[in-house]
């Protein structure tokens, strides 16, 4: 990583540059940073534009290959599976949902207690709770299936559309099929074909949180994301310094996690 000296001897930003290898090639990045205190939470932003970045790039190979990726606005086909949100994210969401006007929030409020209800009727929430899914892939796929075949909605889903798009989850993000749209109704009886993604940042984040929480997910289930609120769990200051610093630890966690390379 490189910092950039500026003229400004106390500037509120820094600006920073790297690179990492994604898809063969190198996605050269240059980010401003804050210059004092911030958290990996406050990092977010710049981790989803370089989420974008990466799957941009993804989306172009997949397009020379010949498979260009399926998913369109309007599609929330896969918007019924259990989508697991970092702990930084779920500060991030509760933080945004509590600035939302008290009427958006009552209405989000009956969504995920609707969510939660119908998902605890068709035996899901049990599942969740009993956390052994997490130490056999079969049992974890077995829960994926519950949980789509469940048909409970994202409380974030309206009109097929998801209404928190430029915020939403890495993991939302890194959902991309090349399969016709159809086939999403349900993953477990069609054949969905997935796109093999070189880096995850959602992993990222994910051990990240797995340090924090001692819990072998390092994540929440979006569908808990009011609940956990509640808490009022502040994770991102555990992992706190200057900018420079916490985009450092981010970069060495990728490094550790993908083998990426920073300069
Ligand atoms: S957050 Fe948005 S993209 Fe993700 S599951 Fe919910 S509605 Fe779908």
Redesign the pocket.
Known sequence: MMPNPSMDPHPSTVKATFSLPVAGVRLEASVQLPAGRTTLTQLLPIIQNLENAILGRVAEEAAAAGSPISCRAGC?A????M?PVSLFEAEALTEWMRSLPEERQKELAERFHRALSALRDAGVIDKILKDEWTLEEERTTQLAIDYFHAHV??????NE?????PI??L???E?LVVSPPELCEDPSVHDVMGVQLPLKLSRVLHSFGQELERDPRGWIP?VFLLAWGKSSAQPGEQIAGTGEEVLRKLLERINQIAGVAKD
């Open positions: 929330g896969c918007c019924r599976q989508v909605a994202c409380p974030f889903l309206e559309s998801c209404t928190i798009h939403r989850p993991a939302c993000r959902y979006l």
